[in-house]
Structures are given as C-alpha cells and as structure tokens.
C-alpha cells in the first residue's frame, strides 16, 4: 500500500478539530446558530469542491446520472452535514479530545463491520485478535481521555 495514503489520513484526523474549532468561532460570528454554521462551512466545502473539479478537468458529464441513484446513495450529504453539525454543536460543550476520541471508536466499530461484513460492497477483510485489541485499546483510550481525571480519585 501506498504510505501517502495512510499520511493523508493522518493529515485528515489531525484537521478535524481544526475545522471544529473554526466552525465554532463561525457559529458565534453568525449569531450562535450550529446549523448556520455548519451551512456555510458546507457551502464553502461545496465551492471549494467545484473549483477543484475545474481545475482537474472533471467530466461534469456523469453528474447526470445522479438522477439514477439509489436514494440511499445520496446519504453521504446527510452524514457529512451531521457530522460538521454535531463536532460544532459538540466540540465547545463537551470538549474537543472527548469529542473525537468518541468519535474514533464509533469510526472504529463500524470500520470493522465494514470489514468483516463488506457491506455497501466494501473489500472483505478478516477480523483477527490484533484488530480487536486495537479496537480494545481506542475504547481504553476513550475511558481514559473522558474519565481519566476521576479514576483513583
């Protein structure tokens, strides 16, 4: 595998309370409202997204297919709005690392029944004892990053 995937990845974990933190700020800019907020940062996503479509070339062509799709492919809009909406709403109240570290394990969960299963026709993978103890080893994480302070108290 390409190890530009797995910095890019990185790259993309590392700018996620980044984008919470700014959000945040864009809420109390705009009058305290997280849908607000999570609307404008969608519509700059979005116009960000068209101008790297133009400057790549895209074949603006298969967008016409869309009408052809699945309602439930359509869902990645709905889970990505959740998800800028939720680390705004999230992020100020019950903290940033709180936030992502439960974030992780849920990305973590669902990622392995992914795999397991190959639903949404994802590449099978196996589920071996190393996977669970890492998986075991977030959830460990998430108790400490979130109760840590309050264990032998």
Known sequence: MNPLYFL?????????PLQA???????????????LAALVSFLVGSLTLVLVALLSGQKWNGLVRVVHAEWWMLLGGVLGALFVFGTTLLAPRIGVAAMLSLIIAGQVAASLLFDRFGWLAMPLRDINAWRIAG???VAAGVVLVNFGDRIGR
């Open 8 to 16: 890019l990845a990185l790259a993309i974990g590392l700018v996620v």
């Open 21 to 35: 933190a700014i959000n945040n700020q864009l809420k109390g800019l705009i009058g305290g409202s997280t849908v």
């Open 135 to 137: 998986a075991l080893l």
